[in-house]
């Protein structure tokens, strides 16, 4: 069973057009869910870090909320230069009780101008 | 400036000829990781050292060995490389292995035929 679940895969939008993109997981004993944007030929780049139900952390036109079972990651007005792959992951228990860092496939973003 | 710097970054080489992906880090980080991503199944663990001397397998280890022999530096080994592990690698340090905060290198994309 995947641990971390991202939808949806892909989104084109607008310049502008304002979305979210989300965060499923499915980990007990919730230690952190961090997001992550990662340009083409690049390695990941961290953005936020989120430890409890409630949590919000804006940057720029980007925000992350977190529930007990997922996490938003709103794109505010969005302009072409945040087009990316958003990765989001988990660290938590999982079935086996380990303790690890769980990523999610990611999404896909497209701004169009 | 903060840096995970790898090498190679593109590597084309021929099934079971020895290679090592090196890892430095200048960040003074204790824990590294290795991570290799696929389409459609995102960041795999390798294998992880949380300190000098210290290394334990990840996720996916069959095929791969690492060595910490000093802080900055966390070589990946491939003894006889397979098409299987044709992959894009990544490599990723941070303060402590209990964060998801983790700063990744550029990646080193590899084509074993």
């Known amino acids: 069973e995947d641990q971390v679940t991202q939808s949806p895969e892909a989104l084109r939008l607008q310049e502008g057009e304002s979305s979210s993109l989300n965060c499923s997981y499915t980990?007990?004993?919730?230690?952190?869910l961090f997001w992550y944007r990662q340009d083409p030929g690049k390695g990941p780049e961290f953005l936020f870090t989120?430890?409890?139900a409630g949590e919000e952390k804006e940057k720029e036109r980007l925000k992350a909320t977190l529930t007990k079972k997922e996490s938003f990651l709103h794109i505010t007005a969005p302009k072409p230069e945040d087009s990316a792959t958003y990765l989001c992951?988990?660290?938590?228990?999982?079935?086996?009780?380990?303790?690890?860092?769980?990523f999610g496939t990611g999404t896909r973003l497209t701004v169009i101008p | 400036e903060a840096q995970v710097t790898q090498n190679p970054r593109y590597l084309i080489t021929v099934t079971g000829k020895k290679l090592t992906v090196t890892c430095s880090q200048n960040?003074?980080?204790?824990?590294m990781s290795w991570y290799r991503q696929d389409p459609g199944l995102g960041l795999r663990q390798i294998y992880y050292?949380?300190?000098?001397?210290?290394?334990d397998k990840g996720d996916v280890p069959e095929g791969y060995k690492v060595s910490r022999k000093e802080k900055r530096n966390f070589p990946l080994i491939l003894e006889s490389p397979s098409p299987n592990q044709t992959s894009l690698y990544f490599c990723?340090?941070?303060?402590?292995?209990?964060?998801?905060?983790?700063?990744f290198g550029e990646g080193s994309r590899l084509t074993v035929l």
């Open positions: 990723a340090s941070s303060f402590d292995r209990g964060t998801g905060e983790l700063f």
């Open positions: 980990v007990s004993g919730l230690r952190g």
């Open positions: 989120l430890y409890s």
């Open positions: 992951a988990v660290r938590g228990i999982d079935q086996t009780g380990a303790n690890n860092l769980f």
């Open positions: 960040m003074n980080h204790e824990y």
């Open positions: 050292s949380m300190n000098v001397e210290v290394t």
